[in-house]
């Protein structure tokens, strides 16, 4: 998550008005930063996929406040990211993926109507029809969805529009020959 702008009343150990930021889903997660005043606080990645904040103000002196922004990543293998934008990549890049691997992540987006995918890299063992290797798009919530391309190779994929709130994207590698793997981000309207 990034901080585009930062207002808080300033009080030694902000015990006025303060900014609680911790790294898991409540308050008994791992403090990551408690904020005030009007420095811009770093950049924050989670290690889960959840944030809990905690904004609290006194009884006098408020400010402008605070206005954060923040992007969905998923480098595993499998799973399910919900952020208005994001990026995916294949496990382990941008080092090599390994051998005999199938990956299904899913790009499930609440409150909006269509997710766009830019590919910024992909690097992919190319067969004539990327039978062994390849990273497919789904216009979806699953494999069974209208399939909007299987790829691999180099080549730069063109941008895509989803016509709903979901896409698929399965990623499969067979038993010999690795390469570096692909990396895409979406962001949703
Ligand atoms: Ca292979």
């Not at 009080?11 to 904020?35: E, H, V």
């Not at 990543?73 to 890049?93: A, E, F």
């Not at 190319?126 to 390849?134: E, G, R």
């Not at 896409?167 to 010999?176: I, K």
Request: proline share 4%.
């Amino acid at each position: 998550m990034f901080f585009t702008d930062f207002e808080l009343e300033q009080l030694f150990n902000c015990n006025g008005d303060s900014l609680t930021i911790y790294d898991g889903s409540s308050a008994a997660s791992p403090l990551a930063g408690q904020y005030c005043g009007s420095s811009l606080p770093f950049t924050f990645a989670s290690s889960t996929n959840s944030v809990f904040m905690r904004f609290l103000t006194d009884k006098n002196f408020h400010r402008r406040g605070f206005d954060i922004s923040y992007m969905a990543s998923l480098d595993g293998c499998s799973g399910t990211i919900t952020g208005p934008t994001g990026s995916l990549t294949s496990p382990n890049y941008p080092f090599t993926y390994p051998n005999s691997t199938t990956c299904t992540m899913n790009i499930d987006v609440l409150s909006t109507r269509q997710i766009t995918v830019t590919w910024t890299a992909i690097n992919i063992q190319q067969t004539p029809s990327c039978d062994s290797d390849y990273v497919a798009l789904y216009n979806g919530q699953d494999t069974n969805a209208q399939l909007v391309g299987k790829y691999c190779g180099s080549s730069l994929p063109s941008v895509y529009t989803t016509t709903n709130r979901h896409l698929t994207v399965l990623f499969v590698s067979d038993e010999v020959i690795t390469s570096q793997g692909f990396r895409l981000t979406y962001t949703t309207t």
